[in-house]
């Protein structure tokens, strides 16, 4: 069984540009969730996607936008960056539908704004 | 998050001894899931637990959900170096299988 996977690991970019994080979920899940995690903060909830739709978001601004694909696989898009914006990303699979509830996250990926 | 509260902040104990943490929310919970992180890294699901007064076990970890379903705890029996870590719990607060609210996470040291 594939675990989640996320790409690039680290990203440095400039204040106003724009970044595309790509995230493939554990296999037979069709459910993902993003999350931005500041340092020495938990976690917070930017959007989820089931079937390749957005199903429920998190107080993110619209610049934070996302896309799911017909294999599950998702992408989160960043644009005009803010220094805020550093953090490490994180992206989480499930399993709708099922009766099972249980996330999995990915390893992350650490965006830096200058 | 107000809604999610963790206790401790971070915690240093001696291998071998034991611990609790704790996670306490002002909603009634559909979920509550604990995870532990590497610092910078991913987090790394534990346990996931739903009905009130459910516990469940994996090697040396024991989580626990109270019958009101608002606060739950993990305790670590006879605690090893690779315990250490941060505890995260997230919250299920809508039944929506995706829309955890997370707590700031327990910094736990092991001392050899």
């Known amino acids: 069984e594939t675990g989640v996977t996320q790409s690039p690991t680290h990203l440095i970019k400039t204040r106003g540009q724009q970044v595309t994080l790509r995230c493939s979920s554990q296999?037979?899940?069709?459910?993902v969730s993003w999350y931005q995690q500041a340092l020495g903060q938990g976690p917070q909830f930017i959007f989820q996607y089931y079937r390749e739709e957005e199903n429920g978001r998190g107080n993110f601004p619209p610049r934070f936008s996302g896309l799911q694909f017909p294999n599950y696989s998702s992408e989160l898009n960043v644009n005009a960056l803010e220094l805020d914006d550093s953090a490490l990303y994180l992206c989480a699979s499930s399993r709708t539908g099922t009766g099972t509830y249980e996330q999995y996250f990915g390893p992350g990926t650490r965006l830096t704004v200058t | 998050s107000q809604e999610l509260e963790q206790s401790p902040q971070s915690l240093i104990v001696q291998e071998g001894k034991n611990l609790t943490i704790n996670c306490t929310s002002s909603?009634?919970?559909?979920?509550l899931y604990w995870y532990k992180q590497k610092y910078g890294e991913g987090l790394i699901f534990l346990m996931m637990?739903?009905?009130?007064?459910e516990e469940k076990s994996h090697e040396k970890i024991t989580a626990k959900l109270d019958e009101k379903k608002q606060q739950s705890s993990l305790h670590i029996t006879a605690s090893q170096p690779s315990h250490a870590g941060i505890y995260l719990c997230g919250a299920d607060l809508w039944g929506s299988q995706g829309n955890l609210i997370f707590g700031k996470g327990t910094k736990l040291s092991v001392k050899p």
């Open positions: 296999s037979g899940h069709n459910t």
């Open positions: 909603k009634t919970l559909y979920g």
């Open positions: 637990l739903q009905k009130g007064g």
